[in-house]
């Protein structure tokens, strides 16, 4: 079983900066694809950016394309999401997710196995 607990979310103003970071279990953590996504109130969850095992390849959505860059320490078993120009409609629930197996959709979320609770990021006018 992995655990995926994420952190560093918080209350920012519009044009902030935030960092979130995702720690997992797991003795192959560093064999494991990761993603965020984020779910706003009264909104469908939708993909954020994801990175394969080795950060070799980094995908992002169109919406935080050159605001958000998702990094990874294997040594650490953590994955980092600093967030930049943070604006309002970046509000949202943040959560980590794992895919020990990889993806070959980075955007679906049934590719993911492991998810964390969620960490709260309000962008303020």
């Known amino acids: 079983q992995v655990q995926v607990v994420e952190s560093g979310g918080g209350l920012v103003q519009a044009g902030g900066s935030l960092r979130l970071s995702c720690a997992a279990s797991?003795?192959?953590?560093?064999?494991?694809?990761m993603g965020w996504f984020r779910q706003a109130p009264g909104k469908e969850r939708e993909s954020v950016t994801a990175i394969t095992w080795n950060g070799g390849i980094r995908y992002y959505a169109d919406s935080v394309k050159g605001r958000f860059t998702i990094s990874r320490d294997n040594a650490k078993n953590t994955v980092y999401l600093q967030m930049t120009n943070l604006k309002p409609e970046d509000t949202a629930m943040y959560f980590c997710?794992?895919?020990?197996?990889?993806?070959?959709?980075?955007?679906?979320?049934?590719?993911?196995?492991?998810w964390g609770q969620g960490t709260q990021v309000t962008v303020s006018s």
């Open positions: 797991g003795r192959t953590f560093s064999n494991y694809a």
């Open positions: 997710a794992a895919a020990p197996r990889g993806f070959s959709r980075w955007t679906a979320s049934d590719q993911y196995d492991y």
